[in-house]
């Protein structure tokens, strides 16, 4: 076990005014690259997965044991009935096997929605029947209203992360993404850490580098979706001290993009609000959008996440880690056996 | 090291893991003196808590010494005995601020997966599911801090593990649950479910000035150490009287000034109310199992406070929201802001006004941990609070 140390590991710089975009890329940087890029890509999957557990465990339970289904729901246990169990039962594991795999979770979604209201009209039917035993009818109706209540929101959230309410197709073709964050810290100190271009890698996730030109023109490269790199130049457009950034990238942009990012003193003494406002026209347009969110490169989220690893950088000093997060992908809740590196910290936040 | 993983749905082992090493600055490591299992613990054990992962290590309960400091960590030094809360908060963001640690902003980096399921995202917590952040737990020989220079309080040389220890999370839990009932003179308080939450609450809330204090369980000898060891003035076994009918009797008809739900999302109960919702949990149609709320609010004096400590994961049925509305009740409740009552708790224990230990029943080795699972969830053997020793 580690013994008393100060922690002298490679990656424990401050980054205020590093330069990027060289052998200057510690790990740290890579690595909440990394982190983000998992945050960006499981976006409603948890919930996909655990809605995908529920029915299985559902759709178990028909199929073992139509008959048994059949009479706790309060149906008459004949033939047709239980034929009836068996395909619902069929049904929820299939779904249930496509949230869990995960192949195109949306879509999976929106089959159990589907799948819920088929369950209804059968419920329905039974309800209408004069055989059946209306109580517990009633009860499985009601249930199976609950969960498909789960289910509703599970598609939603899959489907709003590309393209619902934070981030909307445009008629173009084009992608806008909106989000806020409320931040602890006065306008000036967000502005000066989001003006200085330099640092947004630290904290924006598939951001590579961004190199300064001069006090107008920045170079960016950032990862795109199937291991590919996309680099632009951006211009300023606006830029009021504390207040305001806008941007848009020049002619030579592989994804022609804009954005736009305010600062607003939050109400009471609660810090500031940073509104941030992004529009890109994808390679493909909309084909090429939705094929990106198919591998998990959803636009909203990914700016969720950045917001909030900005505003750990601005509160706290660094971004935070938990033993899961600073592993791509589904890791453990435990401690991993290489020795990542540590978080680089931020000078300008309180200590 | 040593840790206990959670492997699946009542199969957790002892392993050995990767020692935890520093990842942030304000980052320190604990070597475990003592851990304990908590009722939180068992609902991740039945598997009610999604977004658990094979390999999990569990716990948040723990105290111990740290070995290493992170180099932004300048309130603790190496060697320093220290007692650890179980929400992670970082101290300076707007929740923070407000002494709202278990809402802290900055700690959960899986604040996406969490605001999936519950519209806004709660701070991280020590081994607790991914929900909260995959942070690895307590149970083991060693530990990861982050934000130590908030969390962590010193204990002091003359105070014993076993009275430190549950500073936290069940002493201050308890502790919270009574001071959300807002107790005035003459009160009457009810607590449902007499595990080591609800005897914390019970002593709290006769720390507080509670008239009476009314135990709810169905567990002799849990209704018996909160009689004898909590100071509850009354018992009811849920089991052979009617709750709400005794309630009443309790207190001239008014029910309970406040009733407090230590029982949380695994309620057990008779009848057809607990068929109900057995079947609907176990068809995964609801995630949890409300039966001891529902009965609180029901109880609960009119404009009276519902103290929610029991935890809940996901979705309820049949809650008597006609109750609450009607009835101008108020229901407050929250993972417990522990950053907040250890030092005054630690006074309290110093003073001698109450020593936790009380409900220690089983103390154990670490490795010994699969077996303290069982024994707790199943209250065999008397087993109010297993601790383990590493
Ligand atoms: N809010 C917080 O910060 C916080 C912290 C720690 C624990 N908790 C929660 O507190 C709850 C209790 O924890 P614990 O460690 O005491 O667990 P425990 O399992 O030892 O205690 C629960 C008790 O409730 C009793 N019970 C079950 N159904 C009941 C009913 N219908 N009416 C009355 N009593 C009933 C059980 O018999 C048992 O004695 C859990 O839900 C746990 O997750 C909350
Ligand atoms: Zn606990
Ligand atoms: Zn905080």
């Not at chain 1, 960016?220 to 291991?227: E, N, S, V």
């Not at chain 2, 475990?32 to 290590?57: Q, R, W």
Request: some cysteine.
């Amino acid at each position: 076990m580690t013994t008393a140390t100060q922690d002298t590991r490679a990656g424990d710089a401050s980054f205020a005014g590093k330069p990027l975009g060289n052998s200057g890329r510690d790990a740290g940087w890579a690595r909440e690259r990394e982190t983000g890029h998992r945050s960006g890509r499981g976006d409603g999957e948890r919930l996909a997965r655990a809605l995908g557990l529920f029915s299985i465990g559902l759709g178990l339970a028909q199929v073992l044991t139509p008959r048994g289904v059949t009479r706790a729901v309060g149906l008459e246990d004949d033939e047709g009935n239980r034929k009836t169990m068996l395909a619902i039962g069929l049904r929820e594991m299939a779904t249930g096997v496509g949230l869990l795999t995960r192949q195109h979770p949306t879509t999976f979604a929106w089959g159990r929605v589907a799948g819920d209201v088929m369950d209804l009209a059968v419920l329905g039917r039974a309800f209408r029947s004069d055989r059946t035993d209306k109580n517990r009818v009633g009860a499985a109706t009601a249930a199976v209203l609950g969960v498909m209540v789960l289910d509703v929101i599970a598609g939603q959230k899959l489907s709003h992360s590309g393209n619902g309410v934070g981030a909307e197709r445009r008629r173009q073709g084009g992608i806008k993404v909106k989000k806020s964050i409320t931040i602890n810290q006065p306008p000036e100190k967000a502005y000066s850490l989001w003006r200085n271009f330099e640092n947004l890698p630290r904290f924006m996730a598939h951001l590579e580098s961004v190199r300064v030109m001069d006090d107008r023109r920045s170079y960016w490269k950032a990862k795109a979706p199937l291991g590919a790199t996309v680099e632009w130049t951006a211009e300023i457009t606006e830029d009021l001290p504390n207040d305001l950034i806008e941007w848009r990238s020049t002619e030579d942009a592989d994804v022609p993009n804009s954005g736009r990012v305010r600062f607003v003193p939050a109400p009471g003494g609660r810090g500031t609000e940073v509104h941030v406002e992004l529009e890109y026209d994808p390679p493909g347009g909309v084909i090429g959008a939705t094929i990106a969110k198919l591998f998990g490169e959803e636009p909203s989220q990914q700016v969720d996440g950045d917001l909030r690893r900005f505003k750990q950088v601005l509160e706290v000093g660094e971004v935070v880690h938990s033993d899961a997060s600073v592993h791509r992908g589904l890791h453990p809740a435990r401690p991993s056996a290489e020795t990542p590196p540590l978080a680089p910290r931020y000078d300008g936040a309180p200590s | 090291m040593r840790a206990l993983c959670w492997e699946g749905k009542r199969n957790v082992r002892v392993e050995n893991v990767p020692d935890p090493k520093i990842l942030n600055s304000r980052d320190a490591i604990v070597r475990i003196t003592s851990t304990a299992i908590c009722g939180s613990d068992l609902h991740l054990y039945n598997g009610f808590v999604p977004s658990m992962e094979k390999g999990d290590i569990l716990g948040h309960e723990f105290m111990g010494e740290v070995v290493e400091v992170g180099r932004a960590v300048k309130n603790l030094a190496v060697g320093d005995r220290v007692v650890v809360p179980f929400p992670i908060a970082c101290g300076s963001c707007a929740m923070c601020s407000r002494d709202l640690f278990s809402l802290c902003e900055n700690s959960n980096p899986n604040s996406w997966m969490a605001s999936k399921l519950w519209g806004h995202s709660p701070a991280g917590i020590f081994g607790y599911s991914h929900l909260t952040g995959g942070y690895a737990g307590g149970q083991a020989e060693y530990a990861r801090v982050p934000f130590a220079d908030v969390g962590p309080l010193k204990v002091p040389e003359s105070m014993p593990d076993d009275q430190a220890l549950f500073l936290s999370d069940i002493f201050p839990t308890g502790y919270m649950g009574a001071e959300m009932c807002d107790i005035s003179a003459g009160d009457v308080i009810a607590v449902w479910g007499a595990g080591p939450v609800g005897q914390f609450a019970i002593a709290s809330a006769k720390l507080l000035g509670a008239e009476r204090v009314i135990a709810i369980d169905r567990f002799p000898y849990r209704l018996r150490m909160a009689m004898e060891r909590a100071g509850a003035t009354d018992i009811i076994n849920y089991e052979e009287t009617s709750v709400l009918e005794t309630l009443n009797e309790l207190t001239g008809g008014r029910g309970p000034d406040a009733c407090i739900d230590a029982v949380g999302m695994e309620a057990h109960g008779h009848a057809a109310m607990n068929a109900y919702d057995r079947a609907k949990q176990a068809l995964m149609l609801e995630t949890d199992r409300p039966l001891a709320l529902r009965e609180a609010v029901l109880a609960c004096r009119n404009g009276g406070t519902v103290s929610v400590i029991g935890v809940y994961g996901g979705f309820i049925d049949k809650f008597p929201m006609g109750s609450v509305m009607n009835r101008s009740l108020t229901i407050k409740t929250g993972q417990c802001h522990v950053q907040r009552y250890m030092k005054p708790l630690l006074e309290r224990i110093q003073k001698g006004e109450i020593d936790p230990s009380f409900v220690i029943t089983h103390r154990m080795q670490l490795d010994e941990a699969p077996e303290g699972y069982d024994i707790f969830l199943n209250k065999r053997d008397g087993c109010e609070k297993v601790v383990l020793k590493t």
